[in-house]
């Protein structure tokens, strides 16, 4: 396992509470990768307040099955359950398992992308689908960088980001 640890205080906690939260995360993560019998290296890093956890391997192709949008986000859940429980405090960290992130980043850009363009062909407003918090907060970023406006509506799971123009 490599580990990179930052120095990022902000809000969320102390750089002594963050590198807890990873090296807590990382540790769930290891016994979860050695259960599945799949090779991976894990990085800390902090960010924002936020504790990242990426999982890597030289053959990205072994950690496909982990890496698909909806596990990602099940199983970052449940590190962040397996942190609350041994630190007794809520934790945002993030989970990147093979690029998990980025290739997320750019699905959500191409659906900004095709609601600028239903904005662009007369509709008033552009629905894209429920998504957690955390990708509705990419979201609001790439609509703000396009010129747009946007604003999450709904509750819980239904939960999803309406565009506008200005």
Known sequence: MSETTGTTIDEAGSAGELDD???IAADYIEELLDIADLDGDLEIEERGGRTYISV???DEDSLS???????VSALQELTRIA???RTGEFSRLILDIAGSRDTRAQELSALV???VAKLDAGSTSAALPPMSSYERKLVHDLVAE???TSESEGEGRDRHTVLRRA
Do not use: I, N
């Open 83 to 85: 942190v609350q429980t």
């Open 65 to 71: 099955v982990l890496a698909k949008p909806d596990t």
């Open 21 to 23: 939260e990873g090296e």
């Open 56 to 58: 890597t391997a030289e």
């Open 146 to 148: 396009r010129g747009l």
């Open 113 to 115: 992308d095709a609601a």
